[in-house]
């Protein structure tokens, strides 16, 4: 997977080098510090909240679909009905991924999903002998049971009523929020 956003593009490096180079000179012969650096840097935090109110500019939307799973940054996407992954990744976004149409002779036994400040709402299949290992790190996660987690473990087991397969699932959530509902 390649970014080709602003912040990893030639132009972004380009301009930080030449503003860099201007502060040491303006610094060494004129003995005034600009504290570009700040300046730079407040510009970057303005740009971007300017991106994410608009929806457009240096920070697009991206779903990447890889052979292992899905990537989704800044952006929300619902996955129902498609085949089921065995990986999500949840940056910057919200997705809802629906595994109540889970077969165990096509999908994936084991399923990991990470959410890093995003949003995941998770539909687990009722008939399905599940088991949902949760690790959540300054967040919230929420399970089927009623019970949740901001920081810590928590594992979640359902006993369901077709035989043999057992799916697990093992879900990350930093900075993030996790909704389990079957």
């Known amino acids: 997977m390649r970014m080709n956003g602003f912040l990893f593009g030639g132009l972004f490096w380009g301009v930080l080098l030449i503003l860099f180079g ?6 060494t012969v004129f003995h005034i510090d ?10 970057i935090v303005i740009l971007f909240g300017i991106s994410l109110l608009t929806g457009r500019g240096m ?16 952006s929300s996407d619902e996955f129902e009905n498609g085949p089921i992954q065995r990986q999500y990744n949840i940056i910057f976004g919200k997705d809802v991924i629906d595994l109540r149409a889970w077969d165990p002779e096509k999908d994936p036994i084991n399923i990991e999903v990470s959410v890093i400040f995003g949003s995941a709402e998770l539909l687990l299949p009722r008939d399905t002998q599940t088991t949902l290992k949760g690790t959540t790190i300054f967040g919230a996660s929420n399970y089927p049971d009623g019970n949740t987690a901001a920081f810590g473990e928590k594992t979640f087991r359902q006993d369901g009523s ?4 057992s799916l697990y699932i093992e879900a990350n959530t930093i900075f993030g929020s996790l909704i ?3």
């Open 22 to 27: 201007i502060s040491v000179i303006v610094k």
């Open 180 to 182: 389990a509902s079957d």
């Open 34 to 43: 600009l504290h570009l650096g700040r300046v730079f840097f407040a510009a």
């Open 162 to 165: 077709r035989g043999g397969h």
């Open 59 to 74: 920070f697009r939307s991206h779903v990447y679909r890889e052979k292992s799973g899905v990537t989704t940054i800044f």
